[in-house]
C-alpha cells in the first residue's frame, strides 16, 4: 500500500458522523490473539517472527472480508511513514518502536487494522465514528472468525484466549470510546467523572499529551478487565457509562452558555480567527485552539468549520502527517509554519464551499 | 516429650550476632557435620551485604554459605516451563509471559495472578471454532518436534524414534480434529 495516497484519504471514523457525535469521536474494538504453534513475543527469536510474518500476511491479504485489506511491512518502513500511521491510529507506538519482523494490515478506509508482532501475535482493530459498539462488533467478530478458519489460535477452556500478558487474557478484548469533554475539563469537574469511572473498573486516559495531560481534551473510556466476563457483556459494562458521561458534558456546556455565553462566543470566535490568520502554530497550541473552535461548532456558535474537517485536522496536524505533505524533513520552525499555513487553507477551502 | 507449645517456647533461638530473635534458620551440611545458624532479619541484611569471607570457620564465610543456600532454594522453588524455557520469576519480573504453554505450566500461580487482575479465573465467552484441544496439540508439537531434533543430533536414535512416533501420532489426532470441524 502506497502510504503517501492515505495522505489524499479521509479516514471512515473521523467522519464526524454517527450517534453521539458532537462528544463522541469514534468507537474502537480490539482484539489480543496468538497462535498456538509460536512462542510468544518475549521468547520468540527474529526468525520465528518472521515465519508469523510470512503466515499471516498472506492469510490476511486474502481474507474474504468485505473489505479487503492491504499489507505494510512496518519493518522496512522509514520512521517517519511509522510515526505517520501512528498518528492515524493505524499502529501502536510500542509496534512502530520495535525492532524486528513485524508489518500491519489495513483497509483502505482505515477502519481496520490488523498489527503482527507487536504485544501479542495479533492485534485486531475495528474502528467507527461515533457511538456504533453492535455495529463494531459485529464486523471485529467476522473478521476474528475469518482469520481463525485459517490459523489456530492459543486458546485454554480455562483461561480463554491466552495472552503475552495476563492482564487481556480471556477475551482479550479491549472496548474503548474516544470523547471530546471540553466543557467538563474547564469546571475541572473531569476528575470527579474519572473516579466514579474507576470505582466501576471502567478505564480512563486522556488521549494525546503526557500523563494526566490531555491536550485538545480528548479522552478514551475503556474496560478494565477482560476474563470472567463474556465479549457483550464488556461492551455493555462500557455502554452503560457513556450516557452518563454524556449528560455530565452535555449539563456543563449549557450551564457555560448560560452564565456566560457573550464571553464564551467572543473566545472561541477569537480561537477560529487565531487558527486562520496565523502564521505559525505548535502542535499543543493548535490542540488547545481546534477543541475550542470543535466546542463552539457542537454549541453552534460558529458555523463556518464542520465536525469531520475539524476531526481530520487534529490528525493532519501531527508531526509525521506535515512531513509527508512536504516530502522533506521540517525543522520545528518549519513545521510550526506548515502547521499554520494547512490550517489556513483548510478554513478557507471551507468558508469558499460554504459560500 | 514436650508439648506443643512449650516446644515453641524452647525453640525460639537468638540471633547469633545480636540478641534479638531469629527469624531465619539456616541448616547447613559441612563436612559431615550439621551446623545450624540463626539469624535476626536485620543482621541477615547486614551479612548479605558484606564483601568476601576470609576465615572458614568465621560468621562472614558461614553466612556466604546461607546466600548461596538461599539461592538454590529460590531456583529449585521456581516453576519453569519446558516448551518456551522461561521460568515463573522471569515472567513476574518482565510482566510477559514466553509461550500459551505457561498458562498450564504454572497454572497454580496463574489462578490467583488472574483473580488478582480480574477477580474472576474462569473464561466466558467466545471460543474457537477448533477445539482448545487442537491448540495444546500444537504445542506439545512444537516441543517434540524441538526435542526430536536434539535427540538427532545428539545421535540418541532410539529416543528420537520413540518421539517420532509421538510426533506422528499427534499429527494425525490434529488431522481428525480439523476434520470434525469442517
Known amino acids: 500500500m502506497d502510504l503517501d495516497s492515505l495522505t489524499q484519504n479521509v479516514s471512515e471514523w473521523l467522519r464526524g458522523t454517527g450517534p453521539e457525535s458532537d462528544i463522541v469521536v469514534s468507537t474502537r474494538i480490539r482484539l489480543a490473539r496468538n497462535l498456538a504453534q509460536f512462542p510468544f513475543a518475549s521468547k520468540a527469536t527474529d526468525d520465528i517472527k518472521a515465519q508469523i510474518v510470512g503466515q499471516m500476511q498472506s492469510v490476511l491479504v486474502d481474507l474474504p472480508i468485505s473489505k479487503p485489506l492491504s499489507w505494510i511491512d512496518v519493518e522496512a518502513l522509514s520512521d517517519v511513514d511509522r510515526q505517520f500511521l501512528v498518528e492515524r491510529q493505524l499502529i501502536s507506538r510500542e509496534l512502530a518502536d520495535s525492532a524486528w519482523p513485524r508489518g500491519v494490515a489495513i483497509a483502505k478506509t482505515e477502519d481496520v487494522a490488523i498489527m503482527v508482532n507487536e504485544e501479542d501475535h495479533l492485534r485486531l482493530q475495528v474502528l467507527r465514528s461515533g457511538l456504533a459498539f453492535d455495529d463494531c462488533w459485529e464486523e471485529m467478530n467476522a473478521i476474528d472468525d475469518a482469520i481463525e478458519e485459517r490459523v489456530t489460535y492459543a486458546f485454554d477452556d480455562t483461561f480463554g484466549y491466552l495472552t503475552a500478558c495476563p492482564t487481556n487474557a480471556g477475551t482479550g478484548i479491549r472496548v474503548s470510546v474516544m470523547m471530546h469533554l471540553p466543557a467538563l475539563v474547564q469546571t475541572r469537574e473531569v476528575s470527579k467523572v474519572f473516579n466514579a469511572l474507576q470505582k466501576i473498573n471502567v478505564a480512563v486516559r486522556g488521549l494525546y499529551g503526557e500523563g494526566s495531560q490531555a491536550l485538545g481534551d480528548f479522552y478514551q473510556i475503556s474496560n478494565q478487565f477482560t476474563l470472567g466476563m463474556s465479549e457483550t457483556q464488556i461492551i455493555d459494562k462500557v455502554r452503560e457509562v457513556i450516557p452518563m458521561i454524556l449528560k455530565y458534558e452535555r449539563k456543563a456546556r449549557a450551564e457555560m452558555l448560560d452564565a456566560k455565553r457573550a464571553d464564551l462566543h467572543d473566545y472561541i470566535s477569537r480561537c477560529y480567527g487565531t487558527l486562520c490568520s496565523a502564521r505559525k502554530l505548535s502542535s499543543e497550541e493548535t490542540m488547545q485552539l481546534l477543541s475550542s473552535v470543535r466546542l463552539g461548532v457542537n454549541m453552534e456558535l460558529i458555523d463556518n468549520v464542520s465536525l469531520q474537517t475539524l476531526n481530520q485536522l487534529f490528525i493532519q496536524i501531527q508531526r509525521a502527517h506535515l512531513q509527508k505533505l512536504k516530502h522533506i524533513e521540517l525543522s520545528k520552525t518549519e513545521r510550526d509554519a506548515t502547521r499554520a499555513a494547512l490550517i489556513r487553507q483548510r478554513l478557507t477551502d471551507e468558508r469558499k464551499d460554504s459560500e | ?182
Not at chain 2, 551485604?49 to 538454590?72: C, M
Not at chain 2, 536414535?157 to 488431522?175: G, H, M, T
Request: proline share 3%; glycine share 6%.
Open chain 2, 1 to 182: 516429650m514436650r508439648n506443643g507449645s512449650e516446644r515453641g517456647i524452647l525453640r525460639m533461638k537468638k540471633c547469633r550476632r545480636c540478641s534479638k530473635p531469629a527469624t531465619l534458620h539456616i541448616t547447613e551440611i559441612r563436612k559431615g557435620e550439621v551446623v545450624e545458624i540463626h539469624l535476626c532479619e536485620v543482621c541477615a541484611k547486614d551479612y548479605l551485604s558484606q564483601s568476601e569471607p576470609t576465615d572458614a570457620s568465621s560468621p562472614d564465610f558461614e553466612f556466604e554459605k546461607f546466600e548461596e543456600a538461599a539461592d538454590q532454594l529460590e531456583a529449585i522453588d521456581d516453576p519453569v516451563c519446558e516448551n518456551c524455557g522461561i521460568t515463573f520469576r522471569e515472567f513476574r519480573k518482565n510482566g510477559r509471559l514466553g509461550c500459551a504453554h505457561d498458562y498450564e505450566a504454572f497454572r497454580n500461580d496463574m489462578i490467583p495472578l488472574l483473580e488478582n487482575i480480574h477477580g474472576e479465573t474462569q473464561h466466558i465467552g467466545k471460543s474457537p471454532r477448533r477445539s482448545a484441544g487442537t491448540s495444546t496439540t500444537q504445542n506439545q508439537l512444537v516441543r517434540l518436534k524441538g526435542q526430536l531434533k536434539s535427540a538427532i543430533d545428539d545421535e540418541r536414535y532410539e529416543d528420537a524414534a520413540k518421539l517420532r512416533d509421538e510426533i506422528i501420532a499427534l499429527e494425525a489426532e490434529l488431522k481428525g480434529d480439523t476434520a470434525k470441524t469442517e
